[in-house]
T-cell receptor, first 113, second 111 residues
Framework: DAGVTQSPTHLIKTRGQQVTLRCSPK?????VSWYQQALGQGPQFIFQ???????QRGNFPDRFSGHQFPNYSSELNVNALLLGDSALYLC????????????FGSGTRLTVV | KQEVTQIPAALSVPEGENLVLNCSFT??????LQWFRQDPGKGLTSLLL?????REQTSGRLNASLDKSSGRSTLYIAASQPGDSATYLC??????????FGTGTRLLVSP
């Protein structure tokens, strides 16, 4: 049973560029959330997708956007990259509802130079 | 606004010791609490999930407790091993369907 799969594992981008990160949820999960983790910090919630709609959003600018596809996979897009966007980006999946835990992927390490 | 604090920030112990990691939170209106482990540069591995109606959960050498009234959770690790060395994060599921994380406790278990 495959867990959460994220791609790519690492990438380096230049300031001002755009980036797309991808996530396949754990089999059977229908809810996907994205988190940003800066070095030495706990993950910060970016947004959550359910039924192909953004359901909740954290305190992140509109440069951060996402999408969920009919097969529940998801993308995170970041435009006009800043140096401060350098972080580990984590995708988490779950079943809809509050009685279930979250399963996290291994993350994508983004470095902006 | 929910705030989560984890104490201590770092802990170094010899192999075989029993240890307790602490997590405190300011708002008791949570759905559940989840403990994770994170190895350097890696993703999060779920250790234990405690529903808001539960008091504790156990898995192997790990035991987690939850006291909503006092805003506290503890993770107890019995007979620690070098392989337990990692950062341990607690996370609360809030009413906005998002996890709020603490900053973690970095654990080093020496042989």
């Amino acid at each position: 049973d495959a867990g959460v799969t994220q791609s790519p594992t690492h990438l380096i981008k230049t300031r001002g560029q755009q980036v797309t990160l991808r996530c396949s949820p754990k089999s059977g999960h229908d809810t996907v959330s994205w988190y940003q983790q800066a070095l030495g910090q706990g993950p910060q919630f970016i947004f959550q997708y359910y039924e192909e709609e953004e359901r909740q959003r954290g305190n992140f600018p509109d440069r951060f956007s996402g999408h969920q596809f009919p097969n529940y996979s998801s993308e995170l897009n970041v435009n006009a990259l800043l140096l401060g966007d350098s972080a580990l980006y984590l995708c988490a999946s779950s079943l809809e509802g509050v009685n279930y835990g979250y399963t996290f992927g291994s993350g994508t390490r983004l470095t902006v130079v | 606004k929910q705030e989560v604090t984890q104490i201590p920030a770092a802990l170094s112990v010899p192999e075989g010791e029993n240890l307790v990691l602490n997590c405190s939170f300011t708002d008791s209106a949570i759905y559940n609490l989840q403990w994770f482990r994170q190895d350097p540069g890696k993703g999060l591995t779920s250790l234990l999930l405690i529903q808001s109606s539960q008091r504790e959960q156990t898995s192997g050498r790990l035991n987690a407790s939850l006291d909503k009234s006092s805003g506290r959770s503890t993770l107890y690790i019995a007979a620690s091993q070098p392989g337990d060395s990692a950062t341990y994060l607690c996370a609360l599921l809030t009413g906005f369907q998002k996890l709020v994380f603490g900053t973690g406790t970095r654990l080093l278990v020496s042989p």
